[in-house]
């Protein structure tokens, strides 16, 4: 039932993670090419709900889906790398468990695909990937029609996030920005007040640096929604 134009509002009620998760270096991507001289591999054990990084160290899991999408608009092939405006690879790590993420829908039955399970990852993705694990991720999906939302965004309980990918960090930051601050002024703030509210409350967050384009998130505290009566659907 979803056509063009609706949104899909994606509930992530459930992610599970495997046994082991693995992860790579690389000297040709990410902020370490200056330190990384040669590709390595390795696999990490994942017990009771931690990552036995070595002998010093256990990372709590913090499992969370790096790449969620709609298919693109007018049948245009992205690779699966590359985030957009339909989702995609837009490493969030704040895409968890107990979150909602609205997305568009662009194409008749909307096609959602979700993939690139980290057990954890930093905000940033800063060496390539996260803990790469396999997993299965329990959805609840309803099709919104006849409403508006700056997709994609997400809600992460204590806030709302507008996501955004572009060929630059600025570029990003500016169209996440400009998602929350039009979602804002839909709901009846005028355009000078919902600036200033942004620049005092809202977080610009670098989700990732190592795909084809740069993905950046503004987070804005949900009680400010509700002190404008806003409702998410």
Known sequence: ????????????????????????????????????????????????????????????VNAMIGVIG?????????????????????????ITQGTTLYLPVNTPGALLAIGDLHAAMGDGETMICGMECRGRVTVRVTV?????????CLDAGPCLCT????????????????????????????????AMLLSLQGNLVVCQIVDPLLTVRMELPKTILDAYGVKLP
């Open 70 to 94: 709609t298919a693109p608009a007018n049948g245009e092939e992205i690779s699966t790398e590359t985030p957009r405006e339909h989702g995609g690879n837009m490493d969030c790590r704040l």
């Open 163 to 194: 996501i955004q990918s572009a060929a630059t960090l600025d570029e990003a930051s500016v169209l996440a920005s400009r998602a929350m601050h039009g979602f804002l002024t839909e709901h009846g703030l005028d355009a000078q007040k919902a």
């Open 1 to 60: 039932g979803a056509d063009p134009g609706d949104v899909l509002k994606v509930e992530i009620l459930k992610i599970e993670v495997g046994e082991t998760g693995v992860m790579r270096t690389s000297p040709s991507h990410g902020a370490y090419q200056h330190a990384v001289k040669e590709r390595a591999a390795r696999i990490f054990p994942i017990e009771n709900g931690v990552i036995l990084f070595d002998d010093c160290l256990h990372i709590p």
């Open 144 to 152: 919104l029609k006849g409403v508006r939302m700056p997709t994609p």
